[in-house]
């Protein structure tokens, strides 16, 4: 399917359905943890979120780096404007379970390949996802359509389960950076609908088809997420 096709469907998929300041304390527990992150995501709506202190961000990331030897990766949510950095605890088959690093959580990211499939103790989370055709379009830069499901947890602690149809679209190349990597990244921009609306990520995908960088919505609770990897 040609790039321009794609773009076509990806637009009319969408329009079917819509007409650094200074350093605190609180800043850096954010920067620390995905806990206080989400405390903080659920006081009061009133409560304007602040943003961190990338001057903070980056000396904990190269703090990080320095005393961490496994995998690392750094995750910001938009929703509450915070960021923290997240540490490998295990692994099952092509899956890797994420928690903070520099604390003891029980909250925790799975991901596969780069893309979260799953969150737990972060409220309204995604319980798993079904991302195998969505791997396949990234890894193989391809334009074209793949569907994805997601399952949240939702206020009642019943499982929802969303589907969504999405369309790739392989854009450009970027120069990715981000703590020991330096290195030439494909832009995959996907958009998706659903029976009650739409949303749109971006993936970062290398030469070798490694998932660097990923944009994703985890659903209405959560809103949107970035996860970079650090090494």
């Not at 079917?16 to 200074?22: E, F, K, N």
């Not at 961490?68 to 899956?95: C, D, H, M």
């Amino acid at each position: 399917m040609s790039g321009n096709r794609v773009r076509l469907l990806a637009v009319g998929l969408i329009a079917a359905l819509v007409a650094t300041g200074c350093t605190n304390t609180r800043q850096d527990v954010n920067v620390l943890s995905v806990a206080q992150t989400l405390i903080d995501a659920r006081k009061s709506e009133r409560q304007e979120a602040t943003e961190i202190d990338e001057r903070i961000v980056q000396a904990q990331v190269k703090k990080a780096l320095q005393s961490e030897r496994g995998p690392l990766a750094l995750i910001r949510f938009e929703k509450t404007k915070s960021v923290a950095i997240l540490r490998q605890i295990e692994t099952n088959g092509a899956y890797r379970t994420w928690s903070t690093w520099g604390t003891i959580e029980r909250r925790s990211i799975s991901t596969r390949d780069g893309v979260i499939t799953a969150t737990r103790g972060l409220g309204s989370d995604l319980m798993s996802s079904d991302i195998s055709g969505l791997l396949h379009m990234l890894t193989r830069l391809e334009d074209g359509i793949a569907q994805q499901t997601l399952r949240h947890l939702d206020g009642e602690n019943i499982i929802a389960e969303t589907v969504a149809d999405c369309a790739f679209t392989p854009d450009r190349r970027e120069t990715f950076t981000s703590g020991d990597l330096r290195l030439h990244a494909t832009r995959i921009d996907v958009f998706c609908k659903t029976e009650e609306g739409s949303f749109s990520n971006v993936y970062l995908v290398n030469g070798s088809g490694r998932i660097v960088m990923s944009r994703q919505w985890l659903g209405d609770g959560i809103g949107y997420a970035t996860i970079k990897a650090l090494r």
